[in-house]
């Protein structure tokens, strides 16, 4: 943060961070999403609606082949936010999760970014083991190609993500 801050101060902007003063009612706001969509609540004149903001990406081939290869079967994709540390307690659970939908559905794939030494947990490494080790499972601290390029590839089944700004 204090890097972003210098670089504003740098660039002569002088104004608040918009995340720690998000409205102003004398600047135009663009909100990344449609009226008809949101809760229904008074939207002032001065906020505009223009949809999902997407900058361009490429395509999983060619920014992972590698994954792009493995992902020829239905695949749930997890995704829980960028900068969350799961709890143990969290990762054992939603390993549960995913065992009890691999064992209802088993050509289900599941790539989950999870921030979390999941390894050294006995309990998530018990139960998604046999998974990992079959190759039905991916687990990474972070997914270098872009989500939107994931989403695109047009083998995701399910999107569990928390609804966040770049969950699109």
Known sequence: MRDLLDIRRKAGIRTAFPHVAPY????????PSFRDMDFPLHVPGNVISCGPIVRSFSSLIESDPALDSWMKEPTILICLGSHVQAPENDAIQMAMAIQAVWCEFPNIQVLWKLKSDWESSSAV???????VSSDKVRIFPWIEPEIISILKSGNIVAYVHHGGANSF
């Open 24 to 31: 102003c009612k004398n600047h135009l706001h663009l909100s």
């Open 125 to 131: 490494k018990n139960i998604l083991g046999p998974l």
